[in-house]
């Protein structure tokens, strides 16, 4: 567990040894992966901090801390990736239920989704706006916004990731659930998937436009063409490996190693 130590001679990150014994960290570089399981904001903030700390103390974190904090956030990351020219499926979001009971009324079929989630959880399609009501009440209860967004039907029933670190695509996976869901953790089948241009441009220009060394990008094609449902720089990559036969980790390894090397 990491620890933030602020005093005259600055800042220092440390780790406990054992139950007393606290010993600094001499860090070269670091590797953004995750936070952990947050159960608060105060929580949240405090792992922040210590992430924010060890890039103040000059050493390299991949992902950047605050590229990486817009990128997990579906609102922030989806309106930079808008600004940016990159084609996203039309998005409301607002703490006010009757504003995404009239976004259900608009789009006929639309995805509810919590802000900060991963592998689909808690994910919900919604073809009636009434249904969506009483899920909107319960988002607005429990005090958090709501993030509506049509539903786009995927030619082949599914969607693509396609891998990048640095300016490099490692490769692409079309992955297709027995449902309407394409994650790999809801039971969807990787299988290798066929770049063209335009995909390879859009999943470029998606990680440039968030600031991250590494992410997966996931599009969908759809019949009015492609679209950018996510850019995860916390992707797992267990399906992607099985469909393309390439460990992304080792590449993630070696970019971080060359941009410190290199500067």
């Given at each position: 567990m990491l620890g933030t130590n602020i005093g005259k001679g600055g800042?220092?990150?440390t780790q406990m040894i054992g139950k007393e014994k606290e010993k600094e960290?001499?860090?070269d570089c670091a590797l953004l992966r995750h936070l952990g399981i947050i159960k608060d904001f105060e929580q949240f903030g405090s792992r922040l901090w210590s992430v924010r700390a060890i890039e103040q103390a000059g050493v390299y974190v991949m992902n950047p801390l605050t590229n990486w904090l817009f990128a997990t956030d579906k609102l922030a990351s989806i309106a930079i990736l808008a600004k940016n020219g990159v084609p996203v499926p039309e998005t409301e979001s607002s703490e006010?239920?009757?504003?995404?009971?009239?976004?259900?009324?608009?789009?006929?079929?639309?995805?509810?989704?919590?802000?900060?989630?991963a592998m689909g959880f808690g994910v919900f399609k919604v073809d009636d706006a009434d249904v969506g009501m009483h899920i909107f009440s319960y988002f607005t209860n429990l005090s958090k916004p709501i993030y509506v967004q049509e539903y786009l039907e995927k030619k082949g029933g599914g969607d693509y990731r396609i891998v990048v670190v640095g300016d490099e695509i490692l490769g692409c996976?079309?992955?297709?659930?027995?449902?309407?869901?394409?994650?790999?953790?809801?039971?969807?089948?990787?299988?290798?998937?066929?770049?063209?241009?335009?995909?390879?441009?859009?999943?470029?220009k998606s990680v440039e436009a968030l600031g991250l060394d590494f992410g997966g990008v996931d599009i969908a094609e759809t019949r009015d063409g492609y679209y950018v449902l996510?850019?995860?720089p916390t992707l797992s990559?267990?399906?992607?490996?099985?469909?393309?036969?390439?460990?992304?980790?080792?590449?993630?390894?070696?970019n971080l190693i060359d941009k410190v090397r290199h500067g």
């Open positions: 800042i220092r990150v960290l001499e860090i006010n239920f009757f504003t995404a009971y009239g976004a259900v009324k608009r789009f006929g079929r639309a995805v509810v989704k919590p802000l900060r989630s996976e079309f992955r297709k659930g027995s449902g309407w869901k394409s994650n790999i953790a809801q039971g969807a089948t990787p299988k290798p998937g066929k770049l063209d241009s335009e995909m390879r441009e859009l999943a470029l996510e850019v995860n990559w267990q399906g992607f490996k099985v469909a393309t036969k390439v460990n992304p980790a080792i590449h993630i390894v070696r």
